[in-house]
T-cell receptor, first 115, second 115 residues
């Protein structure tokens, strides 16, 4: 597709379950970001990939959060043993270059609700 | 460290009235600044950006913003609000570190437009 695609759009998990969220960036985009957006808040940076290399994971809130992009295209954000505070919209964004002005193209997000 | 403050979490205007959404930033270097819009259940869409050059920036849907270094501000305006402008608006500053740019977002301002 022409834009950033994320799946699933909605996910309900019981506390303690593992979840995996997928992001398909725009074809050819080198940079890929994950953001977490809690209800009523702005997006918060989680992690950054340049091709397959994870260059920055400083925003991951705990070691239960893990992200990968093994072939430099599709990325997966995995959350283990989900907690209620993990409930949020997870946004993926991509850009063509790493060293750019910061303009990002966002997907529609995956809304995670942990019961 | 870069940060963004958006004054007013909710703004309500009448259709046809001026829209003014406030954003102040903190940055130790000349910033790149952005406004993104988020419609319900959608990802973020770029409205406009300031990198270098002219301080008055025009974006999509009739929006514009002016970079004022002396005031560390980047307020978003539109002369005449339309019902379709109702959405959440996020101001962001670009942080360059480790060879790439990442966006730091404000908490957002929800714009309501009433007849």
């Amino acid at each position: 597709g022409a834009g950033v695609s994320q799946s699933p759009r909605y996910k309900v998990a019981k506390r303690g379950q593992d979840v995996a969220l997928r992001c398909d960036p725009i074809s050819g985009h080198v940079s890929l970001f994950w953001y977490q957006q809690a209800l009523g808040q702005g997006p918060e940076f989680l992690t950054y990939f340049q091709n397959e290399a994870q260059l920055d994971k400083s925003g991951l809130p705990s070691d239960r959060f893990f992200a990968e992009r093994p072939e430099g295209s599709v990325s997966t954000l995995k959350i283990q043993r989900t907690q209620q505070e993990d409930s949020a919209v997870y946004l993926c964004a991509s850009s063509f270059r790493g060293r750019n002005t910061g303009e990002l193209f966002f997907g529609e997000g995956s809304r995670l609700t942990v019961l | 460290a870069q940060s963004v403050t958006q004054l007013g979490s909710h703004v309500s205007v009448s259709e046809g009235a001026l829209v003014l959404l406030r954003c102040n930033y903190s940055s130790s270097v000349p910033p790149y600044l952005f406004w993104y819009v988020q419609y319900p259940n959608q990802g973020l869409q770029l409205l406009l950006k300031y990198t270098t050059g002219a301080t008055l920036v025009k974006g999509i849907n009739g929006f514009e913003a002016e970079f004022k270094k002396s005031e560390t501000s980047f307020h978003l305006t539109k002369p005449s609000a339309h019902m379709s402008d109702a959405a959440e608006y996020f101001c962001a500053v670009s942080l360059f570190s480790g060879g790439y740019n990442k966006l730091i977002f404000g908490a957002g301002t929800r714009l309501a437009v009433h007849p």
